[in-house]
């Protein structure tokens, strides 16, 4: 059954810290990976995503996430964070018509 | 890049009536969806939008209260029908554009149901 789990509810780091965001999948076949990003009072905005190919990727807003086959996960990351990417995160696996969400991971951004 | 709007952007109802939420995207796509999103939760997709023909819903949601039109390549509705304060959510719809499998969200509807 596919199913992606973010182990992380809450998360908080300084301004200009360093961001992990962690993802891990379950998923029968070569999967599709997104992340998404949440702000407040807003749609979702689409982050990233990973087909194949090169298995780092890299997105908007100086983000991006690491494909480890082996491990089934796909962390977001972010060297040095910014007050304005407080936000909810979604990692999600599948395609066009099946994709499915992880529980997300809250981000707070403090001075 | 394409636009996707949808209305209303937020609203405040009264149990026992019903809302129509509206999806324009201002290129054709192939592929639309609505999902619900409750307070503090992630997002669970109530069904996809099909072109000229009955909405497929997703295990525990029904046609009854969550009717679903699709009448060309950029437009769809979503009703909540009778609704409840359980209802409470926010509705967003996404698209999926020809070519690589990724799909788009609109900015949402935000439903306060009293």
Not at chain 1, 20 to 46: H, I, K, M
């Amino acid at each position: 059954a596919q199913s992606v789990t973010q182990p992380d509810i809450h998360i908080t780091v300084s301004e200009g810290a360093s961001l992990e965001l962690r993802c891990n999948y379950s998923y029968g076949a070569t999967p599709y990976l997104f992340w998404y990003v949440q702000s407040p009072g807003q749609g979702l905005q689409l982050l990233l995503k990973y087909f194949s190919g090169d298995t780092l990727v890299q997105g908007i807003k100086g983000f991006e996430a690491e494909f480890k086959r082996s491990q089934s996960s796909f962390n977001l990351r972010k060297p040095s964070v910014h007050w304005s990417d407080a936000a909810e995160y979604f990692c999600a696996v599948g395609g066009a018509n099946n994709l499915f969400f992880g529980t997300g991971t809250r981000l707070t951004v403090i001075p | 890049s394409a636009v996707i709007s949808q209305k209303p952007s937020r609203d405040i109802c009264q149990r026992g009536t019903s809302l129509t939420i509206q999806c324009q995207v201002d290129s054709q796509v192939t592929m639309m969806f609505w999902y619900r999103q409750q307070p503090g939760q992630s997002l669970t997709l109530i069904a996809t939008a099909n072109q000229g023909s009955e909405a497929t819903y997703e295990s525990g949601f029904v046609i009854d209260k969550f009717p679903i039109s699709r009448p060309n390549l950029t437009f769809s509705t979503l009703t909540v029908s009778n609704m409840s304060p359980e209802d409470s959510s926010i509705y967003l719809c996404s698209v999926v554009f020809a070519g690589p499998e990724t799909q788009y969200f609109g900015p949402g509807t935000r439903l306060l149901v009293l």
